[in-house]
């Protein structure tokens, strides 16, 4: 499918921070909204991404906006068809440390004010809930039943399917090329495709490019702190005996 030649917004980049913002502009009443990945959706970071849903941040409306994604995510394969993998295990953040227990504690707090379900755990109790945790260095923790994990590509396909059904254009294959402007406020986003080249005008243009998205504001002169940071995780096969347990977070040692 050809670009249209006009929209009120364009969106770069198909992960799931571009399909929500799509579906977000849609549901608010903006489906004149072109959506552009270059390869695939979800094909940069998204796919790899771990998917865990905490409720729980520093401010009220991190707070508020981790607990809408939560509720988002539930009601997402009833409204597109899409299933999002969301399991609402919970999660335990335990204490190695007098400092951490200390931190932990008033997380506590905040999750209170915040409306949020937390409890403090003794390490007896964060060993009935993750038996297969050693304790023996355990302070303490706080347990969130509410909290869990999604499937980010498929919540990314859920997102691209509900901005679909409300009107967005998702084109895939398509490169953004450059970010048009007359010197004072964007006008259009130029694109490339199949050899085929054209302009999308436009007063809106959206950076959801990840690890790209530095880059692509370097375009036009903005500067955006963000860089790419290596980690790593495991996969396992199955493991006899192992059932569901809750999100695990061990900040002492920077792991979860």
Not at 85 to 114: D, N, P, Y
Not at 134 to 142: H, K, Y
Not at 190 to 216: F, H, K, P, S, Y
Request: charge should be negative.
């Amino acid at each position: 499918m050809t670009p249209p030649a006009h929209a009120r917004a364009v969106v770069i980049g198909g992960g799931v921070s571009g399909c929500s913002v799509a579906y977000h502009l849609a549901r608010l009443g903006w489906s004149d909204v072109v959506l552009l990945e270059r390869r695939r959706l979800t094909c940069g970071t998204t796919w790899h991404a771990a998917g865990l849903i905490g409720q729980l941040r520093p401010s009220r409306n991190l707070t508020r906006l981790a607990k809408y994604s939560a509720e988002l995510y539930a009601r997402l394969e009833d409204e597109t068809g899409v299933a999002t993998g969301l399991r609402l295990s919970g999660s335990i953040s335990v204490a190695l440390t007098e400092h951490r227990w200390e931190e932990l504690r008033r997380q506590a707090t905040l999750a209170h004010t915040f409306g949020v379900e937390a409890e403090l755990v003794t390490p007896g109790e964060v060993k009935a809930l993750y038996p297969h945790l050693e304790v023996g260095d355990v302070i303490g923790g706080v347990h969130l039943p509410g909290d869990g994990q999604g499937d980010p590509a498929n919540i990314a396909m859920a997102l691209a399917k509900g901005a679909r059904m409300a009107g967005v254009t998702v084109l895939e294959g398509v490169t953004m090329t450059d970010v048009a402007h007359d010197g004072r406020r964007v006008t259009g986003v130029d694109w490339q495709a199949n050899g085929e080249t054209g302009r999308i005008a436009t007063d809106v243009v959206i950076n959801c490019g990840g690890m790209w998205g530095r880059d692509l504001a370097a375009r036009s002169g903005v500067t955006l702190p963000l860089h790419a940071c290596e980690h790593f995780y495991l996969l396992t096969e199955p493991i006899d005996g192992l059932g569901a347990l809750p999100t695990l977070r061990v900040p002492d040692e920077c792991a979860y």
